[in-house]
């Protein structure tokens, strides 16, 4: 029998794990049943070329009446000089035929992309749709498990283990003893997925987190339904976060520094309602720009064709004014946050500084203080929903810089004095309209949670943005 060769893996771009020692386990945590039940969510992706073929794995993140979703790493279905030929899918509950799959999105000539594959026709009926873990923070030193397909073992569906070493900016960074063949797979904390495996050097591999690879996947438009206090609302199918009822510290408190208009500290209640996770993006935009046929937004060029918007897409837009993101906002069923909302989004019920907490902004908890020379503005911006340690208490990204956020409030210097302690609304009138959250080019004082900005309504500037909320139902 002809055997094909396999392509060599000839970069560490791409997921190249030098192999030490397979570690074959299975979690105390785990049953044998749910370890099986698990296994039928992750599939053996191989994509066939000229001169060979690449094996990878992927796994279930969607499925529709006809079609399943499966995502893994780009590299798996990407060939240095040509596409491939053909890409097959082979399922655990059905392991002796694979069934031929198409690319529905790709993060192109990214050695860290995602790709999506769809397969449809005669698909496997007992499958899983594993499930996203974006609660749990890590500290390093956790164990996970990856199931996939190395190459030297020779085992399909391989059990192995590895040590999360913590995370350097938007990279999940971890140690193991897995190979190539696991390129795409599921790393998998008590049985839920929390990274994609992307790339290694020796023993040490990054992944791709699930904030960012879920991110990716709601702006594809493909998850399942969120689970653990998220909801996907209105017609941009995005997940917002529940902030309950109650009272919360706004403004600055005597004694401490800050503007006079962000005093005097009251404590505020405002009704249960709901709040975008993360700005609104260049790709969501684009979208409702192709729809409504909307002003395009300033510097709208550096992300307007194809290729660029394939680069810059989960970043947020820039050079919308506060009219622009109000349409928007309408567009999708939401309105913009009032100042309040705002705030107790960004700082909770305690009051603190900043959304992570007391501590000084640091480069693994904001995009700030880039320089604000650059040209192509889109270059210092920071892909929407990467600051794990920054996320406010509720889990909201990027609420300290990267875009400064239009509210719905007008300005006015003393409303915190004047203004009602229950659902404030703002001004009824006025010039200017409010701005929070500082940018990529704030300085930290700007990044506090209680800090306010005033602008015109009518400006677009390089590093202003926004995000949706709604009234929750």
């Not at 893996?9 to 049953?31: A, D, E, K, T, Y």
């Not at 035929?97 to 026709?121: H, I, N, P, T, Y």
């Not at 064709?305 to 970043?315: I, N, P």
């Not at 309040?340 to 989004?345: F, G, I, P």
Request: with cysteine.
């Amino acid at each position: 029998m002809h055997r094909v060769k396999d392509l060599p893996m000839v970069s560490i771009r791409f997921l190249v794990f030098f192999l030490v020692g397979m570690v074959v386990v299975v979690s105390p945590v785990w049953s044998e049943v749910s370890i099986n039940t698990l296994k039928k969510g992750v599939v053996k992706v191989t994509a066939q070329f000229t001169q060979g073929r690449k094996v990878g794995t992927g796994f279930i993140v969607g499925q529709s009446q006809k079609n399943l979703f499966v995502v893994t790493a780009s590299h798996v279905v990407e060939g240095e000089v040509e596409p491939p030929q053909s890409i097959t899918l082979t399922f655990f509950t059905r392991q002796e035929d694979s069934l031929v799959a198409q690319v529905v999105k790709k993060e192109g000539g990214d050695s860290r992309g995602l790709a999506l594959l769809k397969v449809g026709g005669d698909i496997p009926q007992d499958v899983e749709i594993l499930e996203w873990d974006s609660k749990t923070r890590f500290q390093g030193g956790e164990e996970f498990q990856l199931i996939g397909f190395p190459r030297i073992s020779g085992i399909p569906w391989t059990v192995t283990k590895g040590i999360i070493s913590g995370f350097e900016g938007q990279i999940l960074k971890f140690s193991g003893a897995v190979e190539e063949g696991n390129s795409g797979g599921p790393l998998l904390y008590q049985g839920k997925v929390i990274g994609v495996a992307m790339e290694v050097t020796g023993q040490f591999g990054s992944a791709k987190p699930t904030q960012i690879a879920k991110f990716t996947l709601d702006n594809w438009l493909v998850l399942p339904e969120l689970t653990g206090g998220e909801e996907k609302q209105g017609r941009d199918d995005v997940p917002m976060v529940v902030i309950p009822a109650g009272e919360f510290l706004m403004g600055k408190a005597e004694g401490l520094d800050g503007g006079p208009d962000e005093k005097p500290q009251r404590s505020i209640f405002l009704d249960a309602f709901s709040i975008d996770v993360y700005e609104v993006t260049v790709e969501q935009y684009h979208r409702f720009v192709r729809a409504t046929g909307q002003q395009i937004p300033k510097y709208w060029d550096q992300v307007n064709d194809e290729v660029s918007r394939a680069r810059f897409g989960t970043k947020p837009v820039v050079g919308v004014s506060w009219f622009d993101a109000n349409a928007y906002c309408k567009w999708v069923g939401k309105r913009l946050p009032t100042e309040a909302e705002w705030e107790k989004a960004a700082r909770g019920e305690d009051g603190r500084f900043f959304p992570w907490g007391n501590d000084a902004p640091g480069k693994k908890s904001a995009n700030f203080e880039q320089d604000p020379t650059e040209l192509v503005y889109a270059e210092r911006l920071t892909p929407a929903g990467i600051f794990e340690p920054g996320r406010s208490a509720y889990g909201l990204f990027d609420m300290a810089g990267n875009v400064w956020e239009w509210v719905n409030d007008w300005y006015s210097e003393n409303y915190y004095r004047v203004g009602p302690l229950k659902n404030p609304p703002g001004p009824p009138q006025g010039i200017v309209k409010v701005l929070r959250g500082g940018s990529w080019k704030s300085k930290e004082r700007h990044l506090r949670t209680e800090n306010r900005r005033d602008f015109s309504p009518n400006r677009r500037e390089p590093d202003l943005g926004f995000r949706c909320a709604r009234n929750a139902s």
